[in-house]
């Protein structure tokens, strides 16, 4: 069983030199110590993201292994062209998808350690709170703000595992 996870957010992150450490640090807020793979670029980016996991409080389930870990998640950009006019009003879940500049699809397995998936719900909240974006789960039909998506990840965690998620990673010895 696997889960996607669509982050609807705005601005450039092609461009944003910035945003994967302000990703990087929503995500410590959360709980969860990520590193990316040296060579990670989103502009090019498209695939398996390979990540050194730590877990601590307040990540969700954590009575699972805390690092670190080597673990990662499935990770696909697609981006569109700006809004052409400016928003009025007030910037609801609906808005945001509809002037989104680009969807970041985190795709979940049970078949992955239970690190890798509590990383990436997280992972997928702090982008798009980092990016003032929106988390959709389609197969539910759920759409979450970036604390909504925090507040829901426990039970779709545990809807992931149950399934059967492998339960610990190896111990991260590195980049290859």
Do not use: K, N
Not at 32 to 61: D, K, Q, W
Not at 90 to 118: D, K, N, W
């Amino acid at each position: 069983m696997s889960h996607d996870l669509l982050v609807y957010g705005g601005g450039d992150p092609r461009a944003d030199v910035t945003l994967a450490q302000r990703w990087l640090a929503a995500a410590r807020r959360a709980g969860v110590e990520l590193e990316l793979h040296p060579r990670f670029e989103v502009a090019t980016h498209g695939g398996y993201l390979p990540l050194r996991i730590e877990l601590s409080p307040p990540a969700p389930c954590v009575d699972a292994p805390r690092g670190p870990l080597r673990g990662g998640f499935e990770l696909f950009f697609e981006f569109f062209d700006p809004p052409t006019t400016e928003a009025d009003g007030e910037l609801t879940p609906q808005r945001i998808v509809e002037r989104a500049t680009f969807c970041a699809v985190v795709q979940i397995s049970g078949s992955f350690g239970q690190g890798s998936c509590i990383a990436a719900v997280v992972a997928a909240a702090a982008l798009a709170e980092t990016t003032s974006g929106v988390v959709l789960e389609e197969e539910q039909g759920r759409r979450w703000t970036p604390s909504e998506a925090l507040q829901a990840a426990e039970p779709l965690l545990q809807e992931i595992l149950d399934v059967g998620a492998r339960p610990l990673e190896g111990v991260f010895e590195g980049w290859t």
